[in-house]
């Protein structure tokens, strides 16, 4: 069964602190996605990842890929209020699973001012 | 370009009935999936539609079905509904052609409450 993990599950972090999600995974893949979701609002997309070694980076957000280990990562740089959502990572399996994404159970991450 | 579309946004129904849910995708995005959000189980595929075709399904009871028109537009039927449907449908469309073709782009959801 492909299964999804992300580390931690809930985050509280002062604003301005410097923070890891980890995402691992059990197959084979090399596509990964993060998503954001605020409270009953949709899934937006954050970060497409597709090879081993892909580092991708938008403002205080950066996430990367490593394909060996099955393992991304989500780091947050000297994190703002704004940032305060929910964050899933995804794994597209469909080479070797034929299914679609199959999803961590997200990180709920709050900044305190 | 306008994102996809999904109605109605909430709806309240009781139990044993059906339910009727609608997902317009992006606009030359043929592929189309239904995911559940539950807190207890968290996002699970439902299923997806390519070219009118069920390409994919996830593990739910053959209560839930779906269907693909050839405008890509897609429904997902909820047969008898139960307490434990009550959650989030999101759809999303994607490309589906090329190294890009599965980003997944989703939209509103629907918001079931089944009483």
């Known amino acids: 069964e492909l299964k999804v993990e992300q580390n931690p599950l809930f985050l509280s972090m002062q604003e301005g602190k410097n923070y890891t999600i980890y995402c691992n995974y059990s197959?084979?893949?090399?596509?990964l996605y993060w998503y954001r979701q605020d409270p009953g609002k949709s899934l937006e997309s954050l970060f497409v990842l597709l090879s081993n070694g892909a580092v991708k980076q938008e403002g205080r957000l950066m996430a990367s890929l490593d394909t060996k280990a099955r393992l991304s990562t989500l780091h947050i740089t000297a994190a703002v209020h704004d940032l305060s959502a929910t964050y899933f990572c995804?794994?597209?399996?469909?080479?070797?699973?034929?299914?679609?994404?199959?999803f961590g159970p997200g990180t709920r991450l709050s900044v305190l001012p | 370009k306008a994102g996809v579309t999904q109605t109605p946004r909430y709806l309240i129904k009781t139990r044993g009935q059906q339910v009727t849910l609608s997902c317009s995708p992006i606009?030359?995005?043929?592929?189309v999936s239904w995911y559940q959000q539950t807190p207890g189980q968290g996002l699970q595929f439902l299923f997806e539609y390519f070219s009118e075709t069920q390409r994919n399904k996830g593990n739910f009871p053959g209560r839930f079905s779906g269907r693909q028109f050839s405008n890509s537009r897609s429904e997902m039927n909820v047969s008898t509904l139960e307490l434990g449907d009550s959650a989030l449908y999101l759809c999303?469309?994607?490309?589906?052609?090329?190294?890009?073709?599965?980003?997944?782009?989703f939209g509103p959801g629907t918001r079931l409450t089944v009483t």
């Open positions: 197959t084979t893949s090399d596509r």
């Open positions: 995804a794994v597209d399996p469909r080479d070797n699973y034929g299914q679609n994404f199959v």
């Open positions: 606009s030359g995005h043929r592929s």
């Open positions: 999303a469309s994607s490309l589906s052609a090329g190294e890009l073709s599965y980003e997944q782009y």
